[in-house]
């Protein structure tokens, strides 16, 4: 959990939030000197909602075909300045703020696309994980 003091607007933080839909270059919200070749990303969810039976704690989820090195901590302190007015929502993509502290940021799931690997690659890394005669 991170505590944060003061009130956050989190209608105007899931605006901004939405706005990164629009746009695929996150070179923005990256660590500089990463060793990538693009810093291009395409968003397919970003959202705070509020904890069920909680009066305080919001949670923000984001999906996406990649993330960048310092990416999430950084869209997510961003989203906070927009959340105490110190940014506005069209100001979120112009200038990333600070990061958010990592120890409050899982990573939950991680999914591929069904058809990324071949029949042959699916069997292959199979029977480096089940012991030998390839049952469980």
Known sequence: KYKIHGS???CA????????????????FSK???DVKTNICHISHAEWTK???ED??????????RFLRNMVRAIVGTLL???????????FRCKAGTSAPGNALFLVNVEY??????EE??????STLLPEGGEC
Do not use: Q
């Open 8 to 10: 956050l607007d989190f």
């Open 81 to 91: 300045e927009v959340g105490r007015g110190k940014l506005t929502v069209e100001g």
């Open 113 to 118: 696309p069904e058809d990324i690997f071949s």
């Open 51 to 53: 904890m069920e039976g």
């Open 56 to 65: 305080t704690t919001w949670v923000f989820t984001i999906r996406a075909d």
């Open 121 to 126: 690659t699916k069997k292959s890394v199979l």
């Open 13 to 28: 933080m899931n605006k901004a939030a939405c706005t990164s839909f629009d746009y695929t270059d996150f070179t923005s």
């Open 32 to 34: 500089l000197h990463t």
